[in-house]
């Protein structure tokens, strides 16, 4: 079995060759955890590679970690962000968690949220974890799965 | 970009995440208003290329049709065994 060194150099050349073939220059940096390797690809424009709400980035991460994880027994989970685009999201998704529980609260409602994937449901679900006056629960099949903040009390 | 290279693309992709890279092939027909790309894959890899609940699929057509964004041409992915 390949070390995570190897796996670390195998995943760099596999984006590599991604963004050559998107014809896109832009650097790629690998950081390491045990079972974790963060990438982060940086670069002029990289929205085509991002997608609309980081659909292409959610994309080609899955593909990366099957290739990732091809042959091995243990699970080797890998992030794949560009131009700091998950970060953002997920300051975005925490604003805008805030801003919609404090309306389900005040107007005594329930919200829906529009659907997000289950990483991004995971951020807000978290995010509002402390909150007394409202909870949140998932409704709807996947893709189309969304949030609902329901007030308490 | 180039149709040849949303099939070097779609190619690679397809042999990163198979078992049997050598059965991998992709057949480019061009259309007026959509190119279509037939992924073909050895039969034990099929579940490999579609994933659960078609997961992968729905991934590399996505990753393929952002690259064809700039062509502002319609890709269409075909996946045969």
């Known amino acids: ?153 | 970009m180039h149709e040849n290279s949303l099939k070097e693309l779609l190619i690679f992709l397809a042999q990163s995440i198979v078992d049997d890279p050598d059965q991998v092939t992709v057949d480019l027909s061009q259309g007026d208003r959509a190119d279509i790309l037939t992924l073909k894959v050895a039969p034990d890899d099929m579940g490999k290329v579609i994933g659960k609940k078609g997961r992968i699929a729905t991934a590399l057509r996505t990753i393929v049709r952002a690259a064809a964004t700039r062509e502002g041409k319609h890709i269409i992915i075909e996946i045969v065994d």
């Open chain 1, 1 to 153: 079995m390949e070390s995570q060194n190897e796996k670390r150099d195998d995943i760099k050349e596999f984006l590599d060759r991604i963004l050559e073939l998107f014809d896109i220059q832009a650097t790629i940096e690998v950081a390491e955890e045990p079972s974790l390797v963060t990438v982060n690809i940086e670069g002029e424009d990289l929205s085509i590679l991002i997608g609309s709400r980081g659909r292409t980035l959610n994309a080609l991460q899955q593909i990366v970690n099957v290739y990732a994880n091809k042959g091995r027994d243990e699970w080797l989970k890998v992030i794949v962000d560009a131009q700091g685009y998950r970060e953002r999201r997920r300051q975005t998704l925490e604003e805008y968690a805030k801003k919609m529980a404090d309306q389900a609260a005040s107007e005594k409602r329930t919200v829906p949220l529009e659907p997000m994937n289950s990483f991004e449901r995971r951020i807000v679900h978290c995010s509002l974890l402390e909150r007394q006056d409202i909870r949140t629960e998932s409704q709807g099949e996947e893709p189309e799965r969304y949030i609902v903040i329901i007030p308490e009390g």
